[in-house]
């Protein structure tokens, strides 16, 4: 069985006729932490949405851990927890309720929903708010809110989009270490983040992506050491600002 992340040639032009991607292709290695970089506009959230089956691609071909989102979407989704850019739960439904609800969609049974959402709220610092509605939390509190509802079902691949987007500087480093310890248990994640700084300090691979198109892809480390003692940041924007100089 393929043990990756395996993204060919994906294309996707919305009706209103913007291409969004223009032949992306990528493996994402089982266990890596991966970060995708790029500026607004660049097809980072439709990408995510592809692989998570909210957005329908035009073309191309993206497997999971060796299912194909066409032949076997329900298993793909099964490996998959998706923490959008956007808020998007019922503000009046109770913390608890939402992380365990969102396991009732992987046929979870409530009793082993309960326990695993007591779990889960606990590591992320949100247990006393359990039975607030969501609406009552700060921002920061959403988003780890995000986190463990996408975390129910005990995904193998955890896509982040934006997930420290509003979160302050203590309660991001928490996040960071949280996130390292499930890397670090075996969960793939694939971040996306305009905080350079973040995907330095977390992730083993880099890609950046412009204008739909990868620009982009190796190793941090190996990105680091090319640019000899040059912040991620400063490398980004040398690479996106030259990318911006083509024509295309
Ligand atoms: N539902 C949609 N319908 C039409 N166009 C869309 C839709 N969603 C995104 N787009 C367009 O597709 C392109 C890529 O958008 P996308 O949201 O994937 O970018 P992004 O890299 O996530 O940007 P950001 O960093 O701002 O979140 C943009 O030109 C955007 O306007
Ligand atoms: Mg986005």
Redesign the pocket.
């Known amino acids: 069985m393929q043990e990756e992340i395996s993204i060919k040639d994906l294309r996707?032009v919305?009706?209103?006729g913007?291409?969004?991607?223009k032949g992306v292709t990528l493996s994402i290695e089982k266990g890596d932490f991966f970060a995708l970089l790029?500026?607004?506009?660049?097809?980072?959230?439709?990408?995510?949405?592809i692989l998570a089956g909210l957005?329908v691609k035009t073309g191309g071909e993206v497997s999971v851990f060796g299912s194909s989102i066409d032949k076997d979407p329900v298993t793909t989704k099964s490996h998959i927890g998706l923490v959008p850019?956007e808020f998007n739960f019922n503000i009046f439904e109770k913390v608890i309720d939402i992380v365990v609800d969102q396991a009732g969609f992987y046929g979870i049974p409530r009793k082993e929903a309960l326990a695993r959402a007591e779990n889960i709220l606990k590591d992320l610092g949100l247990w006393e708010k359990r039975n607030e509605p969501s609406q009552q939390l700060s921002g920061g509190m959403k988003r780890r809110l995000m986190i463990a509802r996408a975390l129910i079902h005990h995904p193998r691949l955890l896509l982040l989009?934006?997930p420290t987007a509003g979160v302050d500087v203590e309660m991001r480093h928490g996040m960071w270490d949280f996130l390292r310890k499930m890397n670090q248990g075996g969960m793939t994640i694939v971040l996306?983040t305009?905080y350079l700084e973040e995907a330095e300090k977390l992730s083993r691979t880099v890609a950046m992506?412009n204008k739909?198109e990868i620009v982009l892809n190796e190793p941090m480390a190996g990105l680091l050491a090319r640019h000899g003692g040059k912040k991620l940041e400063n490398i980004y924007l040398d690479l996106i600002k030259q990318d911006n100089e083509q024509p295309s």
């Open positions: 996707k919305y009706k209103t913007t291409a969004a991607l790029g500026p607004n506009g660049a097809g980072k959230t439709t990408l995510i949405g957005v850019q989009d934006e996306t305009h992506i739909g």
